[in-house]
């Protein structure tokens, strides 16, 4: 069968015909879950344009040009630098010029943690922000009277954004907020995450990744290191010298 009959084609012509809503936001989002596809869509949307009217051929013909773009772009630091010549395409603007931004690449965006704390989509190609999240508190971030800077972490197509006593998700393409949790304030900000779970190292507790609930936390005291996923389910976790399985 042709690929605009099988599942995932059919999800591409819905796109593409949103690509001319009369919506703004409609159309906004349809390019950015096709662009969110990444070089993987490239094979279906050569293959569904021959199919395709002429204004529908334009609009995918700019989606093909968008990530070719992207190819030749590579994300250090805090610039985006064409591969081709070495120059810088676009930089994140800072107050500190030593600043270096936690990121997440994905295809043709990249996902950023500004100097104020607050997660940025911005397109890849020229830095434009796609979509923006909520900062947190101070007190979010302030353990003891230190205040450290949150984390970002892609787990499973979701964007963790972690301070020391709060977390945020957020949906990668649209930046949705998914959902919010209060951590203990001397839990650590780095998160793993496997199999719709997030993993949170110092309070040991773990979440599902869908809502956001807590499943489960260790008990005891110690500091927890960072935990390993096993195919099983099961997690490994180094605490104070020793090794707890879950």
């Known amino acids: 069968q042709g690929p605009e009959q099988s599942a995932d084609g059919g999800a591409v012509l819905t796109l593409i015909d949103q690509l001319g809503d009369d919506d703004p936001a409609v159309r906004a989002d349809a390019e950015s879950r096709l662009l969110a596809g990444g070089h993987a869509m490239v094979p279906t949307l050569e293959a569904i344009k021959g199919r395709l009217g002429r204004e529908s051929r334009g ?6 040009e968008e990530l070719r773009l992207c190819q030749d772009i590579l994300w250090i630091g805090r610039y985006a630098l064409n591969l081709r ?3 810088t395409v ?3 603007a800072t107050v500190e010029q030593r600043y270096t931004p936690e990121a997440v690449v994905l295809e043709c965006r ?3 943690q ?3 704390g607050k997660v940025e989509c911005r397109s890849l190609k020229d830095g434009a922000i796609l979509w923006q999240g909520e900062p947190f508190k101070e007190t979010d971030c302030t353990t003891n009277g230190h205040v450290s800077s ?4 892609l787990v499973d197509g979701v964007v963790i954004h972690a301070a020391r006593r709060a977390m945020r998700a957020y949906e990668r393409t649209s930046g949705k907020l998914l959902w919010f949790s209060i951590l203990e304030p001397w839990g650590s900000r780095t998160i793993v995450g496997a199999g719709g779970r997030a993993f949170v190292c110092g309070t040991g507790s773990c979440h599902e990744l869908a809502s956001g609930k807590e499943l489960w936390t260790l008990s005891g005291e110690g500091s927890i290191g960072e935990a390993i996923s ?3 389910g099961d997690w490994v976790i180094p605490r104070e010298g020793k090794i707890a399985r879950r």
């Not at 609009?59 to 093909?64: E, K, N, S, T």
């Not at 949150?150 to 972490?153: A, I, K, N, V």
Request: aromatic share 4%; proline share 8%; glycine share 4%.
């Open 150 to 153: 949150p984390e970002l972490t």
């Open 114 to 116: 500004t100097e104020s």
């Open 85 to 87: 010549t070495g120059r």
């Open 90 to 92: 676009w930089a994140l």
């Open 110 to 112: 990249v996902i950023v």
């Open 230 to 232: 096993l195919p099983c």
């Open 59 to 64: 609009r995918v013909d700019h989606i093909l």
